[in-house]
Each structure stands twice: as C-alpha cells, then as structure tokens.
C-alpha cells in the first residue's frame, strides 16, 4: 500500500460537533430568529436538510448562510470547543507518516469548516496533502471526484487505502476502484456503534495499525 487517503469528520474528527451543530445549534439560532421553539425548527429545517444530502450544496457554508440567513461560520465558532480528535487517530497519522507512506486528507468539508477545524486542532502537519471536494466541484460520494482527485494527486488505486464514515463516500471509491475501502463504526463518540456488513470496518484507527 502506497498511498493513504483519510477524510476528516467521522473518522479523524468527532462527528459529534457535527451533529450537535447542524441539529441542535442551528434549529436554537434559526428558531430564534423566526419566532420559533427548537422543535418547531428543527421539523422546518429536516426537510431542506434531507433534499441536499449527498450533494455538494450540503457541504457548502456559503449556501446554507444564504438559505437561511444565518452566518453559519460564525455560529460554528460558538460551539467550537466541541471539535474533538477521535481517540488513536494521532497515533495512526504518525504511523502512516512514518511508513513513508503518502498521506492525503479528503473532505467534502468546505473551506471555512475546514480551516477552523484545521486550526483547533493542528492535524494538518501530518498530511502529505489536503484537499476539499469543492476544488473539484463535485462531492466524494460521486465518480466525478475520483476522477478529478487521479488527475491533480498520483496514486494507484490498487495499493490506496480510503477510511471514510460515508457508506456512498466508500461505495463510489470501490466503483473507482480503491481497493482497500474502510467504513469507521464510531464517527461519533455520543452514539453507539454502528453494524457495518457492506466494508471492512473499524472502531477506531489503530485497529489498522494491527
């Protein structure tokens, strides 16, 4: 194996603050500005959610700024202090960078997440290289993404290694041909674990390690 790709939430980071953010901080705040009880958001903002998953707009914090007129990156500053490391993802990081393997972070997470994440929590220094699904315009659940990460990062997909939380994430890298695809049972660290049959799975990373 000579190339390691690893996505950031889910599996580096604690999806936690994810999901606390987009279920309970942001229904409190847009529910504040219209009049509303989080409940009451929250059964407003479900469906808009719903119709984006699995696209590029989902990740954009731009679009959900303008969609619900909130400053989206200011409010993830307010609860920062939730971004967590997942526990022995350090450990393997520095494992891999040892290996002399190359090591390249993939996420659909746009540029402002990206770099407060970046930023609280210094995981960048252990990357050969960082790259977001909005440079290529496509997120990593489709073929476009793979296709364009072949073009612009050297690797072969027979000797790469995806560990991603994403099921349609490690779905379309399979499809590509990323012969070692590793689905995350525990990308939050609040909830239980998940049964994973579809890919070799892992609790944590060191489990790879081994």
Aim: proline share 4%; glycine share 4%.
């Amino acid at each position: 194996m000579r190339t390691v790709f690893l996505d950031m939430d889910g599996t580096l980071l604690d999806l936690h603050f994810d999901n606390y953010f987009w279920m309970e901080h942001i229904p409190l705040r847009f529910g504040e500005l219209h009049g509303m009880d989080s409940r009451q958001a929250m059964a407003t903002l479900l469906p808009r959610f719903r119709r984006m998953e699995g696209t590029l707009q989902w990740y954009c914090l731009d679009y959900w700024s303008r969609e619900l007129e909130l400053d989206i990156v200011a409010l993830k500053r307010e609860v920062r202090h939730l971004i967590r490391i997942l526990p022995h993802a350090e450990e393997f990081m520095r494992s891999v960078r040892h290996s002399g393997r190359r090591l390249v972070l993939v996420t659909n997470a746009h540029a402002d997440a990206l770099s407060l994440k970046l930023e609280h929590t210094g995981i960048d220094r252990y990357f050969d290289r960082i790259i977001s699904a909005h440079a290529f315009g496509t997120p990593k659940e489709t073929a476009g993404f793979w296709c364009s990460l072949r073009e612009t990062e050297s690797f072969d997909p027979a000797m790469s290694l995806l560990a991603d939380d994403s099921l349609p994430v490690l779905r379309a890298a399979r499809d590509y041909g990323i012969r070692h695809t590793i689905a995350m049972r525990r990308p939050d660290s609040r909830q239980p674990l998940r049964q994973i049959d579809e890919f070799p799975s892992v609790e944590t990373l060191v489990e790879l390690m081994e």
